[in-house]
């Protein structure tokens, strides 16, 4: 078990277990990588086909309701780059079932590509 020294009314103290709990949340915090707002469309694609669902994007696109299926049409088959917060990610990944940190990751790795 690890034990930290906190610095509290001019002298130190052992942390408590509490205390302890919060740095090693922020300590793991400072250690994620930063999530880009923007990715190529070369470099979305290449992380969907390493997770092995780059396939379902044309279904899923398909499933969408008019208009949403020809806007999101239009930004798969033309946009060059993809926006993390744009409501193309966030349709697919509805339809995708992925999670907003599983959504991060991915562009975590296509920035990586």
């Known amino acids: 078990m690890m034990t930290a020294l906190i610095f509290d009314s001019g002298a130190y103290r052992e942390a408590t277990a509490e205390e302890l709990a919060e740095i090693e949340a922020r300590e793991a915090e400072a250690l994620q990588p930063d999530v880009p707002q923007e990715v190529s469309m070369r470099q979305a694609r290449l992380a969907l086909l390493a997770r092995g669902v ?6 899923a696109i398909e499933s969408l309701p008019s208009p949403d299926r020809e806007a999101a049409r239009i930004e798969w088959d033309y946009s060059s780059v ?18 907003d940190s599983e959504l991060d990751q991915l562009f975590i790795s296509a920035a990586e590509l």
């Open 54 to 59: 780059l396939g379902q994007v044309d279904a």
């Open 82 to 99: 993809v926006a993390r917060n744009s409501p193309l990610v966030v349709m697919m990944g509805a339809a995708l079932e992925l999670t």
